[in-house]
């Protein structure tokens, strides 16, 4: 759906919060009492507690926003099952999903003025920043596509914001080009908004949050392709916002799109992923069905040209835990990350996730070489072994946790395929346990050297994303602590904060470990960098836990910016945001500009709902 008008004013905002998220606190505790509770039991649980295989479990469902779940009801893919229900109806099934209060309806929000006259157009002669996941996974900006130096970024200031309605958590990677910046959003809209000044050019309204980038294609029809947490794929014109085509990838009822599709030569590659995770906590829930995919598509049709499946087998029964639910395998294997492209060898190289279900294969926490033809695999290789993990195993006793227990260390950030004199090339991978390893794509991925760089944790270790410059790698360590999970971390050993490495010699360069500066009031609070760092010359900049956005020297380390992101802000759109922890998407970079998003609303981290748009002080607007 296409919008074309903006409203004005503040508008209160209710949020789920990263307390609320990880604790319950601020959300209804009984939902179980609300009028919501018998509309939901007689007319959705029967297809939403597992009766249904197409139909997402009630957990993953209480992930989405209040606006999305009404949306669904009465224009979206549940439109003719809830014919039935009235308006209050609707309203009260959403509440009871999400937990939210919703008495007084649902909450109002303000998007941005439209953009008028002259800056409703694009400028076509202004570049598209091709750097970065959909595009280049090295994200390395050069001189000449940055619009900045090392130096400028001591000079960066807050140009304009935006307040995202309905929203916790800003994950989306935005993409710069033809004087605007590309985003989505958590309740599914997708901004084209003018660089200069954060008027929109137009919003898209996707299904679900938007979590991927938006990846910005120019050419004789310049388009935008990205994908939903619902497991829809995108294609939109970048001109005018209308819809191109749309696609479900998988059926599968807790697929969803997470990582950024690659673009390349008329072609869309895009990782599937899942939540099935979450369901499996519920001891009854069949454990697990699932397995990781890439998907090519054509890009100007959608059209399916082949699928890679991680897991070569489909899921069987193999047996019934102790609660009498059955058990299938192997399962898992998500692809989380946005691939890697090898044009030189017509390879396309991607990672997996743990498995879901034991028995444990050889497909999980690896690295493929899918032939970029036909969508073979060429050769991959096990990072870890053994690794079986799903949300049941957070829980004491339930039978639905795999005899392995994890330890749930992803690949979750793109390999990087760099240049080394001579004309060779290595392969770099960063991995959850704090970990990277070089390997040699021209001996089917074999090992050439590995450094331990952080401790690892769930959530990294390396999580989203490094990036590189010449011979220099930037290495985000996350590392954290407080997974509350009942696993004991040596605090420590922790090495949350920036590091490089020698990609000549395999060995550490400098570490810039962050101190905490959370505080005893900020419990979800954390000094690690989660999200994916971006490089320009001379410089890298990233996103901590901690809501600064720092950048960083490539020669030693030094700190050239600090800009804390835990703040109010007032956006263009007259919304009153706030940031916090930054994690999934960096720093976008380009025509003079840094682009980021702050807010994390998720899994122990701090909540917040803003785009950030900085430029150097002495220059205009």
Known sequence: MLLTAGGGGRAAET???????????????????????RIFAENCAFCHNGSVPKAPHLQWLEMLQPQAVVDAMTKGVM???AAALSPDDKLRVAEYITRVDLRDGLPKISLPPMCKDGAAGFDRSRPVVAAGWGHDTRRYVAAAQAGLSADDLKRLELKWSYAFPNASKARSQPSIGLGAVFVGSEDGRVYAFDLKTGCAKWIYQAAGEVRTGVVLVDGPTPSVYFGDILGRLYAVDALTGKERWSKRLDEHPSATITATPLYHDGRIYAPVSSLEVVPAADPNYPCCTFRGSMVALDANDGREVWRFWAIPERPRLLGKTAAGADIYGPSGAPMWLSPTLDAARGLIYAGTGENYSSPADENSDSIFAIDIASGKRVWHRQTITGDAWNVACMMADNPNCPTEKGPDFDHSSSPLLVDLPGGKQLLLVGHKNGTVYALDPDKAGALLWQVKVGRGSIQGGVHFGMAVEGTTLYVPINDMNNLRDGKVM????????????????????????????????????????????????????????????RAYARKDGALLWDFDTVRDFVGVNGMHGRGGGMSGAGAAIGDGHVVINSGYGLYFHEPGNMLLVFGPADKAR
């Open 15 to 37: 949020v789920k919060s990263a307390e609320q998220f990880a604790t319950g606190k601020g959300l209804i505790a009984d939902r179980a009492s609300l009028p919501g509770a």
């Open 79 to 81: 439109r003719e099952q």
């Open 490 to 549: 040596d605090a420590a050993a922790a090495r949350p904060g920036m590091h490089a490495v020698d990609i000549l010699a395999g060995k550490l360069l400098w570490s810039r470990v962050q101190a905490n500066v959370c505080g005893s009031d900020r419990p979800f609070c954390d000094p690690g960098i989660s999200a994916a760092v971006t490089a320009l010359p001379g410089a890298v900049v990233a996103g901590h836990l901690d809501g600064h956005v």
